[in-house]
């Protein structure tokens, strides 16, 4: 009797033994299969991120590089006109690319230099944000799950940064104020200071003029600065994107 109980029990054992090993087996198979699912999501939403982030560096580059110009030439008319501040008369001005003028700035006055400076003044370049794989990636409930958090918290710096700075983008005051000074003053668009005989000497003769013209080359500035500080950012949150992606691939 204990010999068979004995062998009954060994045989129930096993029977459970086999059944628990083979729940373990498929809960592990399961663990397995959501985590690979849940990388691949990881990997395919963080791929639209870099690439989202990735276009907004390419504008705010594009950016930078139209307000270097637009500040630069802006501050040479000005040094024309006799009507630069000491600051901007000690600055040695040089600009970033040749995307707009492929020439050394002009030191003294030159027609093609000044019409492209006018042209330019309306065009700031407008900031559209690309940020439909951020929402895409957190409205799925990814973003939480992901816990790379030096990551997480270079793309929430970037983009409270960048909507702070450039989220309601929209025509700068000082463009609207220079178009309605030129309206209402002398019945002109801010095209037709290109068409003037002397245009230097119809600046220099009006302070209203070069107040705002003083307006729009600071804004060109701040748009400049502030567009490579977050075109920097930018940078630093692919990388790090980058290194996600590797992980996942491992």
Do not use: H
């Not at 989202?52 to 705010?60: K, M, N, P, T, Y």
């Not at 003294?108 to 990636?137: C, G, H, L, V």
């Not at 450039?166 to 801010?190: K, Q, S």
């Not at 705002?212 to 950012?233: E, V």
């Amino acid at each position: 009797m204990n010999k068979k109980v004995k062998k009954y029990l060994l045989k129930y054992f096993l029977e459970f033994l086999v059944i628990v090993i083979g729940i373990s087996v498929s809960f592990w198979l399961n663990n397995w299969a959501e985590n690979r699912l849940l990388n691949k999501q990881k990997k395919e939403n963080l791929i639209n991120l870099k690439s989202a982030i990735q276009r907004d560096s390419d504008l705010l580059n594009t950016i930078e590089s139209v307000n270097d110009f637009r500040f630069n030439s802006l501050s040479q008319v000005l040094k024309w006109s006799n009507s630069s501040v000491e600051t901007v008369d000690s600055l040695n001005l040089i600009l970033r690319d040749s995307i707009i003028w492929n020439k050394p700035i002009p030191k003294e006055f030159e027609n093609d230099f000044f019409y492209k400076t006018i042209t330019w003044i309306q065009r700031p370049r407008r900031m559209i944000i690309n940020s439909y794989a951020i929402e895409e990636i957190k409205s799925s409930g990814i973003y939480s799950k992901i816990k790379n958090k030096l990551l997480k918290n270079l793309v929430n710096d970037y983009y409270s940064d960048l909507n702070w700075v450039f989220g309601n983008d929209e025509t700068p005051v000082a463009i609207i104020d220079l178009r309605i000074y030129l309206r209402d003053n002398y019945n002109l668009l801010i095209s037709d200071l290109r068409l003037s005989n002397n245009p230097i000497k119809f600046i220099n003769q009006d302070k209203g003029l070069i107040l705002r013209l003083r307006n729009i080359r600071n804004n060109a500035s701040w748009r400049r600065l502030r567009a490579k500080k977050s075109r920097l950012m930018s940078i630093k949150v692919i990388e790090e994107l980058n290194n996600e992606i590797i992980k996942l691939e491992d």
